[in-house]
């Protein structure tokens, strides 16, 4: 007979895998209209989850399967286009859209998003944010050429670096990076709170570096068969994954992987825990 | 199909003269460093491919707030202003901002109103001490128009012609 279960590491143990509890067994595929870039027309974060409106309601529906329990899956575009993957950044904190959203768009997203997210659209020259911004819950790598000393239009009216307003709507760090030679950090690279994926020609030293501004381990890898662009190939947050349907078993299983998403069912977790949780049999 | 919407009317100011640009008027240049210029109508962009400074340019709305013509620091102002943090719909506060719009446009356009008549007070009471002045130092310079009728060296003299035509036969005819 079990002597003690600590009832609190148990439940505090529980509270912190909750989201693998829920988790797909492996990383889903999907196309949009029969294009592999599904990160192109979709955008999941940790609070939301972006999604193009396409023909059939296919892409849609696969999102919706997976996350309509966890969070609100959103149908939108930006800017009267589908590409709303690369055109807007966020995390859980909020959302950033380009100056071409329009007001409509704006008040859609304000409207289908929960609360605590902050919707903020920027005057920015490089409008593709989705491209130009990598972030995670907790840091951001940024295009290095972003605007140094924009006028935001809020009411006051005062002038902002972009590095700025990332900082303060998303609460992150930025860090102006490039990846591989790359200045289109968010195109090269996805990342999540537990792990990333990055252009396969990253140096190894890069590589350290990049691990150690993010606080994630990284991997350079590539998605649906071979493509370097590994954001517009697939989307994450902490417990799933969506990539293209060309995407290798390996690539899978690399994405997987590095972005802890391989949790099983709840008995097996318990099964882990099991050893750390009893003191001993009597 | 692809399916996308259309319903994104925003209504913009011209970057030249500041008039609004309504749905199917004037023109959109991109610079190439992604700058947007709206114009509202030709007369504004030929000026500004003359590269001229709309600043310098008389009938602009840039002008005149910056020589004082216009009203320039106002608290209406600040409703106008463009928003990137949108707040979540309410239709309450829909309705109320409809009709905060029409009330706020009012008050603006009579305080420019008034600002204008201020502006114009100033120079009535100048002119009207200047021709004051003017008539105490020069009336001697005026005649009355009686006098001038009378006097001999300002008018030419009337002299009378007397003018006999006598009728032709074919002008007879005619009459008949």
């Known amino acids: 007979m079990l002597t003690s279960i600590n009832l609190v590491t148990f439940s505090a143990l529980v509270y912190l895998l909750w989201p693998s509890l829920f988790s797909s067994l492996m990383a889903t595929r999907l196309q949009f209209e029969n294009n592999c870039e599904v990160g192109v027309f979709s955008k999941l974060t940790n609070a939301y989850c ?16 997976e996350l309509a329990d966890v969070i609100p899956v959103v149908k939108t575009s930006i800017a009267d286009t589908r590409m709303i993957g690369r055109l807007c950044a966020g995390n859980k904190n909020g959302l950033l859209v380009p100056h071409t959203t329009t007001d409509q768009e704006l008040q859609h997203l304000r409207n289908s998003l929960p ?8 005057d920015e020259k490089l409008s593709a944010l989705g491209n130009c911004i990598a972030c995670n819950d907790h840091v951001a790598l940024a295009h290095t050429d972003l605007d140094r000393v924009l006028t935001s ?11 700025e307003i990332i900082a303060d709507v998303l609460g992150v760090e930025v860090f102006r990076q490039t990846i591989a030679g790359n200045i289109l950090v968010g195109s090269y690279c996805a990342i999540s709170n537990r792990g990333g994926l990055v252009h396969p020609h990253t140096s190894i030293e890069d590589l350290d570096e990049l691990s150690t501004l993010l606080q994630v381990p990284l991997v350079a890898g590539t998605v649906n068969r071979g493509s370097e662009v590994i954001a517009a190939g697939m989307t994450v947050n902490d417990w799933t994954a969506f990539c293209g349907s060309d995407t290798t078993a390996t690539e899978v299983s690399v994405i997987e992987s590095v972005f802890k998403l391989r949790e099983a069912q709840p008995s097996a977790i318990v099964g882990e825990m099991r050893k750390s949780l009893i003191d001993g049999y009597v | ?20 640009i309504y749905p199917g008027h004037g023109i959109q240049f991109v610079r190439n460093d992604a700058k947007i210029f709206r ?9 500004f ?12 709305k840039a002008y005149r707030r910056l020589h004082g013509k216009d009203m320039t620091q ?4 600040e409703f106008e202003r463009k928003r990137n943090r949108p707040e979540r719909y309410d239709r309450n506060l829909a309705e109320n901002t409809l009709k905060a719009i029409k009330k706020i446009d009012k008050v603006r356009s009579d305080r420019a109103a008034t600002h204008i008549e201020k502006r114009l007070k ?11 002045k003017e008539l105490e130092q020069s009336i001697h310079l005026v005649k009355a128009p009686q006098v001038l009728r009378q006097d001999q060296s300002l008018t030419l003299p009337k002299i009378k012609v007397v003018v006999s035509q006598p009728k032709s036969e074919q002008n007879q005819a005619m009459e008949e």
Not at chain 1, 115 to 122: E, G, H, T, Y
Not at chain 1, 154 to 163: G, L, P, S, W
Not at chain 2, 39 to 47: A, G, L, P, T
Not at chain 2, 49 to 60: D, E, I, L, Y
Request: glycine share 4%.
């Open chain 2, 49 to 60: 491919k003359m590269k001229r400074n709309p600043r310098k340019v008389k009938w602009t």
């Open chain 2, 122 to 132: 100033v120079r009535k009471g100048k002119e009207r001490r200047e021709a004051q």
């Open chain 1, 115 to 122: 609360d605590q997210v902050v919707v903020q659209r920027i």
């Open chain 1, 153 to 163: 239009t809020v009411v006051c009216n005062f002038h902002q670096e972009t590095e």
């Open chain 2, 74 to 77: 106002d608290s209406t102002f």
């Open chain 2, 39 to 47: 114009f509202c109508r030709s007369k504004c962009h030929k000026n």
């Open chain 1, 50 to 65: 972006l999604v193009a409106i396409g023909g059939s309601e296919s892409f849609y529906s696969t999102f919706e399967a």
């Open chain 2, 1 to 20: 199909m692809l399916y996308t919407r259309r319903d994104a009317m925003r209504l913009e100011k011209c970057w030249f003269c500041s008039s609004t």
